[in-house]
Nanobody, 124 residues
Framework: QVQLVESGGGLVQAGGSLRLSCATS?????????MGWCRQAPEKERESVAAINWNGGSTYYADSVKGRFTISRSNAKNTLYLQMNMLKPEDTAIYFC????????????????WGQGTQVTVSS
């Protein structure tokens, strides 16, 4: 059973930075999965933020985070990352990591496996 555990969320002022991590376990083939980050703010639909293919050679970003967020992964550590810079109050949401065998599925904000989420709050 694949397990995803997010960490690194918190409270930060606008303009600040946070680095989210998503530790994976339970399947030795998880390193072959595409992975991504989604977020959901109160009373809003879930939004795909960024996605990365199995070897890190291809990435996708939502227009709202391009130039500010960077997705990366370490298959040696079975960990996915999201470096978030120049944070804005509108980035406030619960951030979830997801994994799937298909990169397009993750890009669409879907996935076979999900973490429990980590709260990111950006104050103005």
């Amino acid at each position: 059973q694949v397990q995803l555990v997010e960490s690194g969320g918190g409270l930060v002022q606008a303009g600040g930075s946070l680095r989210l991590s998503c530790a994976t376990s339970g399947d030795t083939f998880i390193r072959n999965y595409a992975m991504g980050w989604c977020r959901q703010a109160p009373e809003k639909e879930r939004e795909s933020v960024a996605a990365i293919n199995w070897n890190g050679g291809s990435t996708y970003y939502a227009d709202s985070v391009k130039g500010r967020f960077t997705i990366s992964r370490s298959n040696a550590k079975n960990t996915l990352y999201l470096q978030m810079n120049m944070l804005k109050p509108e980035d406030t949401a619960i951030y979830f990591c997801a994994a799937d065998t298909a990169t397009q599925t993750v890009r669409l904000g879907l996935g076979s496996y999900w973490g429990q989420g980590t709260q990111v709050t950006v104050s103005s």
